[in-house]
C-alpha cells in the first residue's frame, strides 16, 4: 500500500479520505463536518455565488476548525481543501486565487487547465496542490508542472467522469509517478476506500455518497432519487455540460428531455461559472455509479462512523486471509 502522504496530514485522518468538492452541493458546513470527523472536506470555490461570501465561507471554515483543535486536542480533525477551476473561461480565476493567498487552505485541488501558477502560491504558504486527471496525457503533464498530487478520475465517477478502469489507471501512473495518488470513481463505503489503498492510493475521493447528507446542499427530491436509483438510472453522456458525465436519467425526463435522444452540447463553458446560470447542475443531477449502495440520507458524522465501521470490518477480513 502506498504512503507518500504527509505525516502532519497522515495524523490528522481517522480515515484516507477526501470527500469531493461538488459543484451546487459542497457547503462550508459539510466541508467543516467532514474534518471534524477526520475526512478532508472540500468545497469548489465556484459554490460561493461571489468573491464576498466565498471570503465568509474560508473564514468561516478557519474559524471552525481552529475551534474544534482547540476544545479537542487529542481528536484528529483533517485539513480542508478547495477546488479551483484554472481554464481560462473562469472569470473569478484571480480573484478567487487571491483569497487562496490570505485564507492558506492547507490543500487546493485544480481542474481543467495548467495547475503550474496555482503550484507556486499554495507552494509559498506551505499548501500543497492536487490536480484532477482523467488521462495518462493530462496526468504526465500535470506532474510536470509540479503537484503535489494526482486526482485520478476513473470510469465511473461522478460528474465529468472519465473512462478508465481504476485497475488499469492506477498501475499505469504508478509506474512513474512517486507523488502522492487520489483514486476517484465508484468509491461509496469502506471496502471500496480498503480497495483503493490496496491498489495503492494514498486517499480515496468520494462524492456521491456525501450527496446524500443533511449537510449537503443537494435538494432533498435529488437525495430522494439518489437513493432510489441504480446503476441502470445512470447515463453517460455530453449532451449535459459539453464533457462527457455520469447522470441521473430521471432527472434528465423530469427536464423535459428524452435520454435516448440527447445530442452534444456544442457550447461548452468549461468554468461552471454562474451558479444561477446552471440548470444544468440544478435540474439535471449528476451521480457516481456507486450509488447502489446509498440508502439513507445522514450527517456527516454519521457516514463517517459507518465508513469507518466498515473499513475496519474489511481490514479484518483481508488480515484473516
Not at 74 to 85: C, K, Y
Not at 212 to 232: G, K, P, V, W
Request: hydrophobic letters at 45%; charged letters at 20%; glycine letters at 6%.
Amino acid at each position: 500500500m502506498s504512503n507518500q502522504l504527509p505525516q502532519e496530514i497522515a495524523q490528522q485522518l481517522s480515515l484516507p479520505v477526501i470527500v469531493a468538492p461538488m459543484f451546487l452541493i459542497s457547503s462550508p458546513k459539510m466541508v467543516i463536518e467532514s474534518c471534524k470527523a477526520g475526512l478532508i472536506g472540500s468545497f469548489p470555490l465556484l459554490n460561493a455565488r461571489t468573491a464576498d461570501e466565498l471570503n465568509d465561507w474560508m473564514q468561516q471554515i478557519t474559524d471552525a476548525l481552529f475551534a474544534a483543535k482547540s476544545q479537542e486536542a487529542e481528536q484528529r480533525i483533517a485539513p480542508w481543501a478547495v477546488n479551483l477551476i484554472v481554464h481560462h473561461t473562469n472569470k473569478r480565476l484571480e480573484a478567487d486565487l487571491a483569497l487562496i493567498k490570505k485564507h492558506k487552505p492547507p490543500i487546493v485541488i485544480t481542474s481543467l487547465g495548467d495547475p503550474q501558477p496555482i503550484v507556486d502560491v499554495v507552494h509559498q504558504y506551505g499548501g500543497i496542490v492536487f490536480a484532477d486527471v482523467s488521462t495518462l496525457k493530462h496526468a504526465a503533464k500535470a506532474a510536470q508542472r509540479g503537484v503535489d498530487g494526482l486526482v485520478l478520475v476513473c470510469s465511473g465517477a461522478g460528474g465529468h467522469a472519465g473512462t478508465i478502469n481504476p485497475l488499469a489507471f492506477i498501475a499505469e501512473v504508478k509506474k512513474t509517478w512517486k507523488g502522492i495518488t487520489i483514486l476517484a470513481g465508484s468509491i461509496s463505503n469502506g471496502q471500496d476506500i480498503l480497495a483503493a489503498k490496496v491498489l495503492g492510493a494514498d486517499l480515496a475521493y468520494m462524492g456521491t455518497r456525501f450527496i446524500a447528507t443533511t449537510e449537503s446542499f443537494a435538494h432533498d427530491d435529488y437525495q430522494r432519487m439518489l437513493i432510489e436509483s441504480t446503476l441502470d438510472d445512470l447515463i453517460y453522456t455530453d449532451a449535459i455540460s459539453g464533457v462527457k458525465g455520469n447522470y441521473l436519467i430521471p432527472s434528465i425526463r423530469n427536464a423535459g428531455l428524452d435520454p435516448a435522444q440527447l445530442n452534444k452540447k456544442d457550447n461548452v463553458d468549461f468554468s461552471q461559472l454562474n451558479a444561477t446560470d446552471a440548470k444544468a447542475w440544478k435540474n439535471i443531477w449528476s451521480a457516481g455509479q456507486g450509488l447502489g449502495t446509498i440508502q439513507h440520507v445522514a450527517p456527516v458524522a454519521q457516514v463517517a462512523v459507518e465508513l469507518k465501521q466498515q473499513y475496519k470490518q474489511a481490514l479484518d477480513v483481508l488480515q484473516e486471509k
